[in-house]
């Protein structure tokens, strides 16, 4: 069974700092996908990113940075030089590759304030 | 740049009654899904479906839910005798099929329901 875990509930930092949200993933499949979502105070949910098991490259976009390693089944994010409107929760999620099935499960998510 | 979108935006229901949330995908996704999350939890995947069946359900879909393609353009959720704990936002998502390219899902603002 996939399982994600984001061991930080709530991360608060002052505007300018850098700060990494961490992402643990359980899986036994060895092709599935890793996303990272945002859901400011509006609700909605934002695609930031989504990387598949075989490309362990790192990706910066941005103020924003991805840091995938499959050694530790961790898929990190970094937000550097933080703003105030970066305040959201932010989701983890993991999609196996196996069968039909294109379901997310995802974490139970991290809240960044960032304060001005 | 296309999106998927949710009506109504916010549905309030008598415990008991029947409710219809309504999505239309991205026009050229052929995977859809409903996901919830209840308020200050994770997002929980619901159902997938694909090719007009469900492809895979989670627990939470039990027999009181039901999906359906009704036309070319429109996805519903159905719950037909909703309770106090259905009351949460639930999320529409589409996404290509897998090894179409991408298959990262994109989620409509969501509906938020409200069961009294």
């Known amino acids: 069974a996939q399982k994600v875990t984001q061991a930080q509930t709530e991360i608060s930092v002052v505007e300018k700092e850098d700060v990494t949200l961490d992402c643990v993933y359980e899986t036994r499949d060895t092709t599935y996908y890793l996303f990272w979502y945002k859901q400011p105070p509006s609700g909605e949910l934002v695609f930031l990113i989504r990387r598949n098991s075989f490309d362990e490259q790192n990706e910066i976009s941005g103020r924003y940075s991805w840091n995938f390693q499959k050694s530790t089944s961790s898929f990190n994010f970094t937000i550097t030089a933080s703003q105030v409107v970066d305040s959201a929760v932010y989701f983890c999620?993991?999609?196996?590759?196996?069968?039909?099935?294109?379901?997310?499960?995802f974490g139970a998510g991290t809240r960044l304030t960032v304060k001005p | 740049e296309p999106e998927v979108t949710q009506t109504p935006s916010h549905q309030v229901t008598q415990m008991g009654q029947e409710v219809i949330l309504r999505c239309v995908p991205i026009s050229n996704h052929l995977y859809f899904y409903w996901y919830r999350q209840i308020l200050g939890q994770k997002v929980e995947f619901l159902v997938s479906?694909?090719?007009?069946?469900?492809?895979?359900k989670s627990e939470i879909f039990d027999d009181q839910f039901s999906v359906e393609r009704p036309d070319g353009s429109n996805f519903t959720l159905k719950i037909r005798s909703t309770k106090l704990e259905d009351s949460a936002m639930y999320f529409c998502?589409?996404?290509?099929?897998?090894?179409?390219?991408?298959?990262?899902?994109?989620f409509g603002p969501g509906t938020r329901l409200t069961v009294l």
């Open positions: 479906f694909y090719n007009n069946e469900i492809s895979e």
């Open positions: 998502a589409s996404s290509f099929p897998r090894g179409a390219g991408t298959d990262t899902q994109y």
């Open positions: 999620a993991l999609s196996e590759a196996g069968g039909n099935n294109n379901d997310m499960r």
